[in-house]
């Protein structure tokens, strides 16, 4: 899951983002609302979390900005104000949860994994597809009750296939999914994760389409 994370505290925007890329998400971690709403208009985001106040505005004015251009992009408020008509407002505008700080990165990282099954239409934390189920959790993936062992990439592509079943993903959409603003992609890397995911799973379990990218069979 790729994750926008909008802070301006250097301590708790350090923690957020070495605390969740611990925890398997990709994190790109801006100061102000200019940056985010420049992040946003380039880069497809999972996630966001949003501080409210921040140098040059609000937070609320990047959650709107989220909502007016109908990104698929699901979003919590990080905020130190917690009066309740604050709270109300927040999730007026369009938040899907809002947190209170000081607050506990386990629950954070649960409340984000919560908000996206929604977004998602999924009901339950495991996602499957044929003899294969996935637990985003743990981290750990089961073929006919088998543990798989994949590496942390191939992991992320089979989640990210997973979870729209239908859908045709794009390499540079995968490429999305895996890496961050800050690292160095190889021009094939994705091919070879699918090789490698195609070897574990079944030459058959993912399917190219040609000139487009790669769906679940």
């Known amino acids: 899951m790729r994750v926008l994370v909008v802070e301006d505290d250097p301590v708790i925007a350090d923690g957020l983002r070495i605390g969740l ?13 200019e940056e985010a709403l420049a992040a946003l208009e380039t880069t497809p ?8 106040g921040l140098p040059d505005g609000d937070g609320l004015d990047v959650l709107r900005f989220i ?16 009066h309740t008509v604050q709270r109300i407002e927040g ?17 954070l990282a649960a409340r984000l994994r919560a908000v996206r099954r929604r977004n998602l239409g999924l009901y339950e934390n495991f996602v499957t597809h044929g003899a294969v189920k996935v ?23 089979l989640y990210a296939l997973m979870e729209r079943p239908s859908q045709v993903l794009s ?47």
């Open 45 to 52: 985001f999972d996630a966001a979390i949003l501080d409210l």
């Open 135 to 157: 637990d985003p959790v743990s981290r750990q993936v089961w073929q006919e009750n088998e543990i798989m062992l994949l590496s942390r990439r191939e992991f992320d592509i």
């Open 67 to 82: 909502r007016s251009k109908a990104l698929d992009t699901s979003v919590i408020v990080l905020t130190a104000r917690d």
């Open 171 to 217: 390499r540079s959409q995968l490429e999305e999914r895996l890496y961050s603003w800050q690292e160095d992609i190889g021009s094939n890397a994705v091919e070879v994760h699918i090789h490698n995911l195609r070897a574990k799973l079944g030459s058959t379990f993912i399917r190219t389409v040609r000139g487009v990218g790669y769906t679940l069979q």
């Open 21 to 33: 890329r611990e925890r398997g998400y990709v994190v790109e971690l801006l100061h102000t609302v």
């Open 91 to 107: 999730l007026d505008t369009g938040a899907d949860d809002y947190i209170v700080k000081p607050f506990d990165l386990d629950e």
